[in-house]
């Protein structure tokens, strides 16, 4: 009898294989961020919240030419979900272009600096660009370590199913991806453009992501939210968000492990898939539920006198826990990934990253 084969020792960790291109699909509003530290006077007189994010009203007109004036001013290519592909395309690495992202610009200044900021990040950026609106702005107004954000959306609020998505071209980046992601925010422009994208992967059994992204958004727009919760296999949001949702859904808890918990088992068309629901708490523990439990995970802690600037942080975890998973890492590999890119980018002004990650 032949002696029994050596067994090969299991390497231990298999490089993992290598992602194509347009593997991840992002779509939402591109924004330039026009990022500064203002005094709590600015907050006032515009009547913002410390931490909050809100669209643009008639009121916050002067707000962006006032912040530019009386501030030092940083711009920063912007949006939620764009920062999130970028991050998720950075700790990636190569090939370049395994994120696609999708939206509306101007025919602009503002609109040229998104088109080369995308590049440069190696995004496969497909935007819309029309002539009637200019580039939207988010002004990121910073007091310590809070932000408050006050979105002019303008162009991206102009994003067009029929004269972008459902082009040939377009549409077929949309089915070479196999994960998808689509902040909150989008459903305030084009909820028949995320239903299509929906309804799509849950048919060909890909994952569908989304985040609660703003208050606003389950309170405001929770019509166009509800209908396409049925098709989202991964839920992002953070305690805020997660807090109001609950109320707006009538969950009557203010525990987030057992919001987590109510969310996961709100009705689900693709059953071959349970949905997940990961909740951000900044510095504390990261929430997520699961169809048989709910875990907690700590957050990198870093030193509280490193961090720069929090604006981007929830979108930074969103794009390394999506870096992980186009590799088919297990779910606590996606949230270390997530907690390692947010602790990057808190320690930076802006949405912004070193020139390589150091995660291994």
């Given at each position: 009898?032949?002696?029994?084969?050596?067994?090969?020792?299991?390497?231990?960790?298999?490089?993992?294989?290598?992602?194509?291109?347009?593997?991840?699909?992002?779509?939402?509003?591109?924004?330039?961020?026009?990022?500064?530290?203002?005094?709590?006077?600015?907050?006032?007189?515009?009547?913002?919240?410390?931490?909050?994010?809100?669209?643009?009203?008639?009121?916050?007109?002067?707000?962006?030419?006032?912040?530019?004036?009386?501030?030092?001013?940083?711009?920063?290519?912007?949006?939620?979900?764009?920062?999130?592909?970028?991050?998720?395309?950075?700790?990636?690495?190569?090939?370049?272009?395994?994120?696609?992202?999708?939206?509306?610009?101007?025919?602009?200044?503002?609109?040229?600096?998104?088109?080369?900021?995308?590049?440069?990040?190696?995004?496969?950026?497909?935007?819309?660009?029309?002539?009637?609106?200019?580039?939207?702005?988010?002004?990121?107004?910073?007091?310590?370590?809070?932000?408050?954000?006050?979105?002019?959306?303008?162009?991206?609020?102009?994003?067009?199913?029929?004269?972008?998505?459902?082009?040939?071209?377009?549409?077929?980046?949309?089915?070479?991806?196999?994960?998808?992601?689509?902040?909150?925010?989008?459903?305030?422009?084009?909820?028949?453009?995320?239903?299509?994208?929906?309804?799509?992967?849950?048919?060909?059994?890909?994952?569908?992501?989304?985040?609660?992204?703003?208050?606003?958004?389950?309170?405001?727009?929770?019509?166009?939210?509800?209908?396409?919760?049925?098709?989202?296999?991964?839920?992002?949001?953070?305690?805020?968000?997660?807090?109001?949702?609950?109320?707006?859904?009538?969950f009557e808890t203010e525990d987030i492990r057992e919001i987590a918990r109510k969310a996961q088992?709100?009705?689900?068309?693709?059953?071959?898939?349970?949905?997940?629901?990961?909740?951000?708490?900044?510095?504390?523990?990261?929430?997520?539920?699961?169809?048989?439990?709910?875990?907690?995970?700590?957050?990198?802690?870093?030193?509280?006198?490193?961090?720069?600037?929090?604006?981007?942080?929830?979108?930074?975890?969103?794009?390394?826990?999506?870096?992980?998973?186009?590799?088919?890492?297990?779910?606590?590999?996606?949230?270390?990934?997530?907690?390692?890119?947010?602790?990057?980018?808190?320690?930076?002004?802006?949405?912004?990253?070193?020139?390589?990650?150091?995660?291994?």
């Open positions: 009898m032949a002696a029994e084969e050596p067994r090969a020792k299991k390497p231990r960790l298999a490089p993992p294989t290598p992602l194509s291109e347009n593997t991840l699909f992002g779509m939402g509003n591109p924004l330039l961020d026009i990022c500064a530290v203002v005094d709590k006077d600015f907050l006032d007189k515009y009547g913002l919240k410390p931490n909050d994010q809100i669209l643009a009203e008639e009121k916050h007109k002067e707000l962006f030419e006032e912040l530019v004036k009386k501030f030092k001013v940083e711009y920063h290519a912007g949006g939620s979900t764009q920062n999130s592909v970028k991050v998720a395309q950075w700790m990636i690495q190569s090939p370049y272009k395994v994120a696609t992202f999708f939206g509306c610009i101007g025919t602009d200044k503002f609109g040229e600096i998104l088109k080369k900021k995308a590049e440069e990040a190696h995004v496969d950026a497909h935007y819309y660009e029309q002539s009637e609106e200019p580039t939207g702005t988010c002004a990121a107004c910073i007091t310590s370590d809070n932000r408050s954000l006050v979105a002019n959306l303008a162009a991206a609020n102009c994003y067009k199913k029929e004269k972008h998505l459902d082009l040939d071209k377009n549409w077929k980046l949309v089915e070479k991806a196999k994960v998808y992601y689509i902040a909150g925010f989008f459903l305030t422009v084009s909820p028949e453009s995320i239903l299509k994208v929906a309804t799509q992967a849950s048919a060909n059994n890909k994952i569908f992501t989304l985040n609660l992204s703003a208050p606003f958004i389950s309170q405001f727009y929770k019509e166009p939210m509800m209908k396409v919760m049925p098709y989202v296999d991964i839920l992002f949001g953070n305690e805020t968000e997660a807090a109001t949702f609950a109320r707006e859904q009538g088992a709100l009705p689900k068309v693709n059953l071959k898939r349970q949905r997940i629901v990961v909740f951000t708490q900044g510095k504390d523990d990261t929430i997520m539920a699961t169809d048989s439990e709910v875990r907690s995970f700590p957050v990198l802690i870093s030193d509280q006198s490193e961090i720069v600037d929090t604006n981007g942080a929830g979108d930074a975890f969103v794009g390394g826990f999506l870096s992980q998973l186009v590799y088919d890492q297990p779910l606590t590999e996606c949230i270390r990934g997530g907690h390692y890119a947010a602790s990057v980018i808190v320690k930076r002004s802006g949405c912004t990253f070193p020139e390589k990650p150091d995660f291994h």
